[in-house]
């Protein structure tokens, strides 16, 4: 069963997107672009099974429900995705080779191969560029009157990769700048005992699309939070880490030194 799209009365609802709180007082905007598994009936699952499309391949397991829930705690607003990431993946430069995957963790995607100059304008027309043009609105706006938002990625990771385990509980990504992702790092090992990786499991200097066009871009502070699926696949996990992050985030974005623009 794919995700559904039920949503509180205040959402504004987009195919290509779903933006929570837009005008919340908290200085940081939430950005969830793997929120969703679903794929529009005239895809055709990209020919795939149901069983396929709940897999990490998908979406980002559990991300949403933090996303939703943060948003709410933090009075921020937030942007989730409303289309799997196999469709067209968010997170990726419009010319990167993985923007449409035609194999994702050894699964083929049938309906993403051959595809043609046409077939991809489409997608990136009717999901991509929607999708990053309301998340531009959202920044700026936070942005006006002199204010720096902590710009913030919501993502996921499997516990498991090509057969390596991946012990850390959550990751904080970076590109140049490293100021928010050093300071939840140091704030999530030394006051919650967690294991927190510093690029890690992947680095954000090969795969940070949104938070360079949408935080770095604009010298905002930015970070991509990647926390471990099993951390989070069930409704006790995500209260546990929405609350966990509300507290952190809640404090960081009233330190004066960090939510200064700088380019890096």
């Not at 080779?97 to 043609?116: A, C, F, M, Y």
């Not at 609105?137 to 720096?148: A, P, S, Y």
């Amino acid at each position: 069963m794919q995700s559904s799209h039920r949503t509180p009365p205040t959402a504004e609802q987009h195919e290509a997107y779903e933006v929570l709180n837009p005008h919340g007082k908290a200085n940081i905007v939430l950005i969830c672009e793997h929120a969703s598994n679903f794929i529009p009936d005239d895809y055709d699952n990209l020919g795939l099974n149901q069983t396929d499309l709940q897999r990490h391949i998908a979406w980002d397991i559990g991300m949403a429900a933090i996303t939703r829930q943060l948003s709410k705690e933090l009075d921020a607003p937030a942007i989730l995705a409303r289309f799997s990431r196999l469709l067209i993946d968010p997170n990726r430069e419009p010319d990167h080779k993985t923007l449409i995957p035609e194999i994702s963790d050894e699964t083929v995607i049938l309906g993403n191969r051959n595809l043609d100059h046409e077939a991809r304008r489409e997608r990136l027309d009717r999901f991509y560029h929607p999708f990053h043009d309301r998340t531009e609105e959202l920044v700026r706006h936070k942005g006006h009157g002199g204010h720096v938002p902590l710009v913030c990625g919501m993502h996921s990771f499997t516990p498991v990769m090509n057969g390596a385990p991946r012990p850390w509980h959550a990751g904080m990504l970076w590109n140049r700048d490293p100021r928010l992702a050093r300071e939840l790092i140091n704030r999530l090992q030394k006051k919650h005992s967690l294991m927190v990786g510093d690029n890690k499991p992947y680095s954000g200097r090969d795969l940070f699309h949104t938070m360079n066009r949408h935080g770095a871009d604009h010298g905002y502070p930015q970070v991509t939070i990647e926390v471990r699926q099993n951390e989070i696949d069930k409704p006790a996990g995500q209260n546990k880490w929405a609350r966990l992050l509300a507290e952190e985030l809640s404090e960081l974005a009233r330190d004066s030194s960090l939510t200064t623009i700088r380019h890096f």
